[in-house]
């Protein structure tokens, strides 16, 4: 699996971001896809996931409330909403692919994933 990401930039404290990450599969429908991100200096963290099948999703802690995963199968392609950024989010942002379901803490476990995407960067800042 080919997983393209895009949609990082600058954005302000407060501000929003939307990523997108397109995958290169004939449907979404079999598998888990997740968005993980790694700050500086920091280990990566797992962000939030969605399930293709059914849309289960998941957030860390650190972005519930906050960030919003969703799917487009026709399209192949998950977002991530940012909304309501603080300088914390800053980091490069990955999505990730694993076949089958995952649920719970297992979806933002970065071991079970074997497709990666390239990365976008999100820089909050005033």
Aim: proline content about 2%; glycine content about 12%.
């Amino acid at each position: 699996v080919q997983l393209q990401a895009s949609g990082g930039g600058l954005a302000q404290p407060g501000g929003s971001l939307r990523l997108s990450c397109a995958a290169s599969v004939a449907s979404l429908d079999h598998y888990t896809i997740s968005w993980f991100r790694q700050a500086p200096g920091k280990e990566r963290e797992g962000v939030s996931c969605i399930r293709g099948n059914d849309g289960y999703t998941n957030y860390a802690d650190s972005v519930k409330g906050r960030f919003t995963i969703s799917r487009e199968n026709a399209k192949n392609t998950v977002y991530l909403q940012l909304n309501s950024l603080k300088s914390e989010d800053t980091a490069l942002y990955y999505c990730a692919t694993a076949p089958g379901y995952y649920s719970g803490s297992y979806c933002l476990l970065g071991t079970l994933f074997d497709s990666w995407g390239q990365g976008t960067l999100v820089t909050v800042s005033s």
